[in-house]
């Protein structure tokens, strides 16, 4: 928390992204240092019918292993876990889970959904990250992992393809780190290899 000099530890990075996200997504993962130690889970608005293009794009940015995510996968350190299409992805501690509930607020991945299980499991011992997007999606998801302690990271609507979304996180999360796209990556591993005071 703030205020606290003891440096914090962190178990768990969940991003959420929507319209312009593969471009945004692909930035961040390369400014992020090679040998990242913790799993990343990442929800991304895509149509039903999308294939496995996103995760080869993606791959091609990388040194992580960039998968989409089975129902109970295990998570594992330097390794990125995509929602597939069509499907809520529930975080829970050290697995994730795939859901077919009906879609909240049209989006199915819900990036909310995943934020609030992930706030749920992990607590302040973890990292949430929001990207563009033309919606407010994950606005919520933020507000929670925020008050359970964990950190809260809103691209900079000016560096966004579409600031709809990430202007909704800061609206709903004041103490959001907000910082330019191609500063989130870097950040991430500062905060995640040394700690945050």
């Known amino acids: 928390m703030a205020g606290d000099p003891r440096p914090r530890a962190f178990d768990l990075v969940v991003v ?5 996200g593969l471009q945004a997504l692909g930035t961040l993962l390369e400014g992020l240092p090679p040998r990242f130690g ?3 889970v990442v929800a991304q608005h895509r149509a039903p019918d999308s294939s496995t293009i ?3 794009l993606l791959q091609a940015r990388s040194s992580l292993v960039i998968r989409e995510a089975s129902d109970k996968d295990e998570l594992q350190p330097g390794c990125v876990y995509i929602a597939p299409p069509d499907y809520h992805l529930l975080v ?3 697995t994730v889970a795939l859901s077919t509930e ?3 607020r ?6 909310d959904v995943m934020f609030e299980s992930a706030a749920d499991a992990y607590g302040e011992r973890l990292v949430g990250v929001i990207l563009t997007g033309a919606n407010d999606d994950g606005a ?8 359970g302690g964990g950190v809260a990271v ?3 609507p000016a560096t966004a393809e579409r600031r709809e979304m990430p202007e909704a996180a800061i609206a709903a999360v004041a103490s959001a780190k907000v910082l330019p796209l191609e500063e989130i990556g870097s950040f991430m591993g500062q905060v995640c290899s040394a700690g945050m005071s």
């Open 16 to 20: 959420g992204t929507s319209w312009g």
């Open 106 to 111: 049209y989006s199915r991945p819900s990036i």
């Open 38 to 40: 913790l799993p990343i």
């Open 54 to 56: 996103l995760v080869r």
């Open 92 to 94: 829970e501690r050290g």
């Open 154 to 156: 809103v691209q900079d």
């Open 140 to 147: 919520l998801g933020l507000k929670r992992i925020r008050e």
């Open 102 to 104: 009906e879609a909240v």
